[in-house]
């Protein structure tokens, strides 16, 4: 991907319309603490496939 967090935006905006998309407002608003893990981890995962070149080399 040219623009990686682009696509980690697209990520989690589908992540948040899959989650919403299930839920009734009331428990979206009375469980957010417990939806807090899989959101991330729905976010997390696939950012962890992209490198960001920050100008340094491993030896």
């Known amino acids: 991907m040219q623009n990686y967090l682009s696509a980690i935006g ?3 905006q589908t992540s948040l319309r899959s989650i919403i998309g299930k839920s009734e407002l009331n ?3 009375s469980t957010r603490e417990e939806l807090r893990p899989g959101l ?3 976010i997390y995962s696939p950012a962890l496939g992209f490198h960001h070149p ?3 080399q491993s030896p």
Do not use: N, P, S, W
Request: aromatic share 8%.
């Open 27 to 29: 428990d979206l608003l």
């Open 40 to 42: 991330e981890f729905m």
């Open 10 to 12: 697209q990520v989690a």
């Open 54 to 56: 920050t100008g340094t």
